[in-house]
């Protein structure tokens, strides 16, 4: 039932497994939606979409899928047949009496009928789902004479309506990367030594040790393993980088969350490292890069994330930076040696497509330094570079 | 057709103490009856980790916590062999050591799949453990058994626990544990379900004072910057205090008395006293 729902919602970007369909037709069979088509909207929506930022594509895809197309063929049949059941108005009746005072059921089922007609008819032109207005009688009197109890004592609003709320607009963001796949592949960023404080039962220390007391036990702890690696990572925040706020913001905030380096700085730049980096991405708060070279030790793992993108004095030039309070003696260049001279370890993350990495300065910023794409593979390979 | 038909199927309806959107009332139950963990996300304060004691309380069941560190396997909450103890024991002989059995204490993993028909498992909090945690977890939740290795014996759940997973993270959990979830997303709660859970606590409240923090409440959510909105919580701490205080309704209105209970942060605090939109109420 509903097979090109499923494929709906897999066009419209939710990444719904064939397993998850599965579920929903299990929770269907077992009538778990209890006949009604709001809750078939939630208990779908838990089903089958596992992140608030699939919920407006979900959201549009219903609308679309039960209003503009209205309801599949067969379902429609079923609730006209069911309506034409005498018996069955009866139950409605009994249930919801207040609701059916003065309502003419067959004048209903008439309104009912043209509502159909006329939206199959209206809609196939190709208009996506405008109208918001069109409340059905069936809609308002929250009963769907199929046994789809539509809003009603259920809460007050129709699923339709709660789907074309689109209250979940604002969490949607198209990322390429996700936070995990980023920490995932950050999480290869590591050198574990054991550091600290000895809580960890060492078992084969404390078994040698045992044997030669004579059996009498002597326990042997040692300290955990933790990762020694630390990261600094460079951004540029200028603004050719514009398009690419959000991938590295993405990138920053895996980075941040991980918890298993040893230290994690992070600094920001505009368009190349002159003399003076900034701890914010507004670029106000300013520290001296030769400050920031001789507190780091030249262990730290160095990640400079940018487009390589400039103008060739900007790169090439003494006072060549293009932000008039930001200039410096020595041209970027010289800052770009100095931190590969430094540094053991030191990558360039590149958010532009490799195609488009012929550029005057990507092509002399890649001979100083190892440039990986910001992709997930570029990642990976920039992370084994780093060990 | 009879909707009363799965009124078998129905059985969480929120309990005394805990008011639940009939929407997240009917997805419990789909979680139940289908017997998949429920994952449960949503602000801080809306009532993540509170929906599973309801649960059990409305099922008269009993509620396992499995509190999640940055430092939890997943093997801990199958089980623990307590080496250390079985050497302690070897030297004094006051256990016969060769039983390992007695050495092997059960997880709250563990102990839920023992008592399955009875318990309520919640794992509280699963974004907190290392990234590939709920992988491990995995292969348990989908057979309902796992082997102890020392002893090869097999703790087996008779029948699906009902398991709850709270998470605070956006994004950190993989696919194929996500697959397995029914999934919820808590949204907080508007005025009216706001009043409904604040009477909850408060069944005395007059209504003109519960009008009166309400309003104010959601004026200082709806401030931009600030870096902890109130919630729940801080709201029915705030309504407490103001009770016990006995502060009358004109004063809440025009100032906010106590606002160190709705606002935490002294960031936030700092903002408000210099923020534009305050000038009209005092803080204290």
Redo the contacts between chains.
């Keep these: 039932m509903f097979e090109d729902f499923f494929y709906l919602l897999r066009d419209v970007g939710i990444?719904v497994?064939f397993?998850?369909w599965m579920?929903l037709q299990?929770?269907l069979d077992?009538?778990?939606d209890?006949?009604s088509l709001?809750?078939f909207y939630?208990?779908a929506r838990?089903?089958l979409?596992?992140?608030?930022?699939y919920?407006d594509q979900y959201d549009q895809a219903f609308a679309f899928y039960f209003k503009d197309k209205t309801l599949p063929d067969k379902v429609r049949q079923q609730l006209l047949d069911?309506l034409k059941n005498p018996a069955?108005r009866r139950?409605l009746m009994q249930?919801f009496p207040d609701f059916f005072e003065g309502i003419d059921l067959d004048k209903l089922r008439e309104d009912f009928e043209k509502l159909m007609r006329e939206q199959k008819e209206r809609h196939d032109g190709g208009n996506r789902w405008i109208g918001t207005g069109g409340e059905s009688p069936f809609g308002n009197s929250g009963v769907n004479p199929?046994?789809i109890?539509v809003g009603g004592s259920?809460?007050g609003h129709m699923a339709l309506q709660v789907a074309m709320d689109r209250?979940f607009q604002n969490y949607r963001h198209d990322i390429v990367l996700?936070?995990?796949q980023i920490?995932?592949a950050l999480?290869k960023l590591r050198n574990l030594r054991r550091f600290g404080v000895d809580d960890e039962?060492d078992?084969d220390e404390?078994i040698d040790k045992?044997c030669k007391n004579c059996?009498?036990?002597d326990?042997v702890f040692r300290p955990p393993k933790k990762n020694q690696v630390k990261v600094a990572l460079f951004m540029d925040a200028g603004g050719s980088m514009e398009p690419f706020a959000n991938l590295v913001n993405v990138l920053f905030s895996a980075a941040h969350a991980s918890?298993h380096f040893k230290d994690f700085k992070y600094f920001f730049f505009h368009n190349c490292i002159y003399e003076y980096v900034f701890t914010d991405i507004q670029l106000e708060k300013k520290v001296p890069t030769a400050q920031v070279v001789r507190e780091l030790d030249k262990d730290y793992k160095v990640i400079i994330v940018g487009d390589a993108s400039m103008a060739p004095y900007e790169l090439t030039t003494a006072y060549g930076a293009i932000s008039y309070y930001n200039q410096s003696e020595s041209p970027g260049i010289e800052w770009l040696k100095r931190f590969e001279r430094h540094f053991k370890k030191i990558i360039w993350l590149n958010p532009l497509d490799a195609r488009y990495w012929n550029g005057w300065t990507t092509l002399a910023i890649g001979q100083i330094f190892k440039m990986f794409p910001l992709t997930i593979q570029g990642l990976d390979e920039a992370v084994k570079a780093l060990l | 057709?009879?909707?009363t038909?799965?009124s078998e199927?129905?059985i969480f309806t929120g309990s005394d103490d805990y008011i639940a959107?009939?929407?997240l009332q009917?997805?419990v139950?789909?979680?139940i009856?289908?017997g998949?963990p429920l994952?449960i996300?949503g602000e801080p304060g809306t009532g993540k980790t509170k929906l599973a004691y309801s649960i059990a309380k409305a099922l008269d069941k009993r509620l396992i916590t499995w509190n999640i560190k940055?430092t939890t396997k997943a093997k801990d909450g199958c089980y623990i062999y307590d080496?250390?103890q079985r050497?302690?024991d070897?030297?004094f002989g006051d256990n016969d050591i060769s039983d390992i059995k007695q050495y092997i204490k059960l997880g709250q993993l563990g102990e839920a799949f023992v008592d399955a028909g009875n318990v309520v498992l919640l794992i509280d909090e699963i974004d907190k453990a290392d990234?590939e945690f709920p992988n491990d977890l995995l292969n348990e939740l989908d057979e309902m058994q796992f082997t102890v290795q020392e002893t090869k014996e097999t703790i087996q759940a008779p029948t699906r626990p009902i398991v709850v997973i709270t998470s605070n993270a956006?994004?950190?959990?993989?696919?194929a544990f996500?697959?397995?979830?029914?999934?919820?997303?808590i949204?907080f709660p508007d005025e009216k379900m706001m009043a409904d859970i604040v009477r909850v606590h408060f069944p005395d409240l007059e209504d003109n004072i519960l009008k009166a923090c309400m309003k104010k409440f959601y004026n200082l959510r709806d401030i931009k910057g600030l870096r902890k909105k109130p919630s729940t919580s801080e709201l029915l701490d705030w309504i407490g205090v103001i009770l016990k205080s006995g502060v009358d309704v004109d004063t809440i209105e025009k100032k906010y008395p106590f606002i160190g209970v709705l606002v935490k942060k002294e960031q936030d605090y700092a903002y408000l006293k210099s923020s534009s939109q305050f000038r009209d109420s005092k803080l204290e």
């Design positions: 990444p497994s397993t998850e579920t299990d929770a077992k009538n778990l209890n006949q709001l809750a939630y208990m838990s089903i979409v596992k992140d608030i930022k919920y069911w069955n139950g249930r199929a046994g109890r259920g809460g209250k996700d936070t995990r920490k995932v999480k039962l078992l404390t045992t059996g009498d036990i326990l918890n | 057709m009879d909707m038909d799965n199927f129905n959107s009939p929407e009917n997805i139950n789909v979680a009856t289908l998949k994952l996300r940055s080496t250390v050497l302690n070897s030297r990234i956006e994004k950190e959990l993989p696919d996500l697959r397995r979830c029914i999934f919820f997303y949204e």
